[in-house]
């Protein structure tokens, strides 16, 4: 499936659920009302433009709505490069203000995933995780696993605010802001069977950890507004002291699917880089890499004369795989930054 058709699908599909499909924001932060977000640098999700529909200081024609969303997050940079991070990505989601809330974002999610008439993926393959106090999607969970005959205790596993509150750490911590707890969808991409009964919580942090499960999806429950004043104004990176976290006018939700990610999971890919939305990149990097097409000029030579590169091949050299990969993301990134107004400078 390429990417086009994975966007196309889940479109299509929260449009059967009611849902009205929305243009993706820019990449500059601008919200629904036209106001910029000046704490932000780039759009990095798919409800930053709707923030003023979540504090219900602004009404959408529908309560249901979905997009397929430019983004921009500078934060892992240093992972990019590796097989499933990436600076500009598309997140795909569908989001609720004031409408279904847990039990139906979930009874979504797990449609989309699983049935064969979208994306089909094998249930025994899938993991979740769920805010530790959070216990509702927890059982939303086991019974959706239940129907399958699998024992959802070995696949959905309470974790901490610091990877499922939204944002991070924001239960305790900040910024102030809408916030709430989130359920993680993961996919099973190791070699190995994936593991079954009396598979632990400790046992699928380590398989986390060495990526085994690679993250497709996040359901985030938006509920509070979290309140607080900075420690120390002349020092922001201090952080905020907690002032309150009165719930918010109604509830709603907020989802993100990686595209590429999903599409490498859905192609049997190792790497988002190995589909479709990165070949044409790759192809003109081992074109270059072959000298063809490319002139060069030293400092003996009066005239230009095609480079003498070592012909490569992606898939052929790890470290230069790796260069070859960063270069291809930071090429796109820049085309959409471009394409959206956000030119190269200094300042």
């Known amino acids: 499936m390429t990417v086009r058709e994975l966007r196309e699908k889940y479109l299509r599909f929260f449009e059967s659920k009611g849902h009205s499909i929305y243009p993706s924001g820019s990449l500059i932060p601008v919200d629904v009302t036209g106001r910029l977000d000046e704490s932000l640098l780039f759009n990095g999700a798919g409800m930053i433009q709707f923030k003023p529909y979540f504090r219900g200081v602004a009404t959408p024609e529908n309560k249901r709505l979905t997009t397929a969303q430019k983004c921009v997050r500078t934060g892992d940079i240093d992972e990019v490069g590796n097989l499933s991070h990436l600076t500009f990505f598309e997140m795909m ?19 989309f995933l699983t049935s064969k008439e979208w994306l089909g993926l094998d249930p025994n393959r899938l993991s979740f995780t769920v805010f530790e106090e959070d216990d509702e999607p927890y059982q939303e ?8 005959g699998i024992d959802g205790q070995y696949r959905v596993f309470r974790l901490g605010e610091e990877t499922n509150y939204w944002p991070a750490g924001a239960f305790s911590n900040g910024p102030p802001g809408p916030c709430g707890p989130n359920s993680e969808m993961f996919y099973w991409t190791a070699s190995a069977p994936p593991p079954g009964e009396g598979y632990t919580r400790e046992d699928w942090l380590a398989d986390d950890e060495s990526k085994n499960w690679l993250e497709i999806w996040n359901d985030v429950f938006i509920q509070y507004e979290w309140q607080g004043v900075l420690k120390n104004p002349d ?14 006018p109604f509830q709603s939700i907020d989802t993100g699917m990686g595209l590429e990610r999903t599409a490498a999971v859905l192609g049997g890919f190792k790497s988002v880089y190995d589909t479709d939305a990165f070949q044409a990149i790759l192809r003109k990097i081992e074109e270059i890499g072959k000298g063809e097409g490319v002139k060069g000029k030293d400092e003996n030579a009066s005239t230009p004369h095609p480079l003498r590169l070592t012909p490569y091949a992606y898939g052929s050299d790890d470290s230069k795989d790796t260069a070859a990969r960063i270069i291809a993301d930071h ?17």
């Open 93 to 111: 989601g569908n989001f609720s203000f004031g409408d279904y809330f847990k039990k139906e974002a979930i009874a979504y999610s797990w449609e």
């Open 141 to 148: 969970w086991l019974k959706h696993f239940a129907t399958v």
């Open 235 to 248: 020092r922001p990176s201090d952080g905020y002291e907690k002032t309150g976290m009165p719930p918010l």
């Open 331 to 347: 090429i796109r990134t820049a085309c959409f930054c471009i394409a959206d107004g956000v030119l190269p400078a200094n300042s």
